[in-house]
């Protein structure tokens, strides 16, 4: 059975303090995995897909790296706007349907 | 940029109401989806669409239907609205099926409210 499993489900960080969102995954063939950031009450707003082991994509203060086991999405001086709910969400071989993860719930403390 | 459109952002309905959602894109995808996302929960797959009146069951099609009788619409049926249909839907779109195209583009969410 496909899983996605994100850790931590909330993280509070000081204003400049990086870190990164892991999102581990089980699946027999995997043809995509996403990152989306959703901030309360509103959709997902689509961030990175990574297709491959080993690939990297960034945006600002935000890059997504892939493995065969997990993804992280890596916060580098993040400030108090990057605070949102952060979810992963993998496609497998041969399906139209995602498989989301909880989602980690970031905040960023000025 | 991708639009996906809900018609509305709050609804509130009584118990066996019959209740429709709407969602429009405007970008010619090809894929339509409808999710709902509870707390704890997460998001699950209602329906989705791969082309205009086809259709697939996702995770949760029980006490929901779908119509789309047109590409760039998608909508989400409750028969008989029940309190445990109280939820957050979401509708996406994605271009097509092959990558880089899979992506799927959320609307802004209806939040539902079942008395």
């Known amino acids: 059975e496909d899983q996605v499993t994100q850790s931590p489900e909330a993280l509070r960080l000081q204003e400049g303090e990086s870190s990164s969102l892991n999102c581990s995954y089980t699946v027999s063939g995997l043809r995509g995995l996403f990152w989306y950031r959703q901030d309360p009450g509103k959709g997902p707003e689509f961030l990175f897909t990574?297709?491959?082991a080993g690939e990297e994509k960034e945006k600002e203060r935000l890059k997504a790296t892939l493995t065969k086991k997990e993804s992280f999405l890596h916060i580098t001086a993040p400030k108090p706007e990057d605070s949102a709910t952060y979810l992963c969400?993998?496609?497998?071989?041969?399906?139209?349907?995602?498989?989301f993860g909880k989602g980690t719930k970031l905040s960023v403390i000025p | 940029d991708v639009k996906v459109t809900q018609s509305s952002r709050y609804l509130v309905k009584r118990t066996g109401e019959k209740v429709f959602l709407e969602c429009v894109q405007d970008?010619?995808?090809?894929?339509m989806f409808w999710y709902r996302q509870d707390p704890g929960l997460g998001l699950r797959l209602i329906y989705f669409?791969?082309?205009?009146?086809?259709?697939e069951k996702g995770d949760i099609p029980e006490g929901y239907s779908v119509s789309r009788e047109k590409k760039e619409r998608f909508s989400l049926i409750l028969e008989s609205a029940s309190t445990n249909q109280t939820s957050m839907y979401l509708c996406?779109?994605?271009?097509?099926?092959?990558?880089?195209?899979?992506?799927?583009?959320f609307g802004p969410g209806t939040r539902l409210l079942v008395l």
């Open positions: 669409s791969y082309d205009v009146k086809m259709k």
């Open positions: 969400a993998l496609l497998p071989a041969g399906s139209y349907q995602l498989t």
């Open positions: 996406a779109s994605s271009p097509g099926t092959s990558p880089p195209s899979e992506t799927q583009y």
């Open positions: 990574l297709y491959s």
């Open positions: 970008m010619d995808h090809e894929n």
